[in-house]
């Protein structure tokens, strides 16, 4: 297209995750939001996929430092949050996803997208 964005085929439920617009394909690691690929980094990516695969379900930051970090991980767990503040601003152009990575006050993050019936 003339704005350098190639249409994308939509995935089928074999090669990838499918919540509303949003478009996940673990096999080659690629992120499709309303059409648009959004490039992630490799940890924002198993970040993305975990909470997408739990929807509703909140981790806490060491939770996602264990599971996506790996045990050999001994950073900050602060290291979490801005992976998420990354996630959220790759996400927000998205309406429905804008807000789908919540915090839970004490606990730590779940998604849950807005997805309206269109």
């Known amino acids: 297209s003339a704005t350098g964005e190639a249409e994308l085929p939509p995935l089928t439920p074999p090669d990838g995750i499918r919540i509303g617009e949003l478009e996940i394909n673990p096999k080659n690691r690629r992120v499709i939001s309303a059409g648009r ?6 940890k ?16 806490s930051r ?4 264990e599971r996506v970090w790996g045990y050999e991980y001994y950073g ?19 309406e429905a996803l804008s ?3 919540e ?8 998604f849950t997208p807005k997805i309206a019936d269109r």
Do not use: C, M, W
């Open 99 to 101: 807000n789908a990575i």
């Open 103 to 110: 915090t839970v006050r004490g606990v730590g993050y779940l």
């Open 44 to 59: 924002e990516f198993d970040l993305l996929k975990l909470l997408v695969t739990n929807q509703g379900r909140a981790f």
């Open 76 to 94: 900050d767990t602060r290291t979490v949050d801005v992976h998420i503040r990354h996630l959220r601003s790759k996400l927000a152009a998205d």
């Open 37 to 42: 690929e959004i490039s992630l980094t490799p």
């Open 62 to 65: 060491d939770e996602l430092l």
